[in-house]
């Protein structure tokens, strides 16, 4: 594809209730990584996937958090009962990793557009 | 303590000035590094990267970077600036050690008046 593609553009939800963001990254593309940009923690790592799998879900900050990805391809992050501590910008990038026998080989991430969440 | 330090928060030059913006990282070990860049309304972009070789790297539209690994520094520069450089400029840091995750400068706002 020609780059990253993410919806909606804008979500704007009520406090309680649960969001759906999805990502469609590079074709071709194994990685695939959500980051969040919020004004009082500027940009921060929320999970990788290197294909289906998530080796790192360290920047989940909570367990209302949580992604999927299928078919080596579209993502979904989901927030569960939103606060309106979740209101920023969720970014999408995806990368090529090639990983060998012992070694992995990264390749610069391209972000998509972002989604802003406004939870009210 | 911030992981990517950028030392200036706010910028502001007039057109055909020189531009650097200052990034260290306080992380040993093999590393890459990114500046990226947010125009007003659009995404992040990249704008040049380091991987390994020679540690002056150019990038697009004009910008540098030179890596100094004793200084544990990836400053950007930009000899002339131009009235479309204003943008937020983003710092990020890739662990080898830590998977595949940036971690991100907190970002400078450069504000380039015509």
């Known amino acids: 594809g020609a780059g990253v593609s993410q919806s909606p553009s804008n979500k704007v939800t009520e406090k309680g209730k649960d969001v759906e963001l999805r990502c469609d990254p590079i074709?071709?593309?194994?990685?695939l990584y959500w980051y969040r940009q919020s004004l009082g923690q500027g940009l921060e790592f929320l999970i990788y996937?290197?294909?289906?799998?998530?080796?790192?879900k360290s920047g989940l900050p909570s367990d209302r958090f949580s992604a999927e990805r299928t078919g080596g391809s579209v993502s979904t992050l989901t927030i569960q009962r939103t606060q309106q501590e979740d209101s920023a910008v969720y970014l999408c990038a995806s990368s090529l990793v090639r990983v060998g026998t012992g070694i992995s080989r990264n390749y610069e991430q391209y972000f998509g557009p972002g989604t802003r969440l406004t939870v009210t | 303590a911030q992981s990517v330090s950028q030392h200036n928060h706010h910028v502001i030059l007039s057109e055909a000035a020189s531009l650097e913006l200052g990034c260290n990282y306080s992380y040993g070990g093999t590393v890459n590094l990114f500046w990226y860049v947010q125009y007003p309304g659009q995404h992040l972009q990249l704008l040049l990267k380091?991987?390994?070789?020679?540690?002056l790297v150019k990038g697009i539209k004009g910008f540098e970077a030179e890596f100094i690994k004793s200084k544990f520094s990836f400053n950007l520069r930009k000899p002339s600036v131009q009235w479309s450089d204003t943008a937020e400029y983003f710092c990020?840091?890739?662990?080898?050690?830590?998977?595949?995750?940036?971690?991100f400068g907190g970002g400078t706002r450069v504000l380039v008046k015509p």
């Open positions: 380091y991987f390994s070789g020679d540690p």
């Open positions: 990020a840091v890739l662990r080898r050690a830590a998977g595949n995750k940036l971690t």
């Open positions: 074709s071709g593309h194994t990685a």
């Open positions: 996937f290197q294909g289906n799998s998530a080796p790192d």
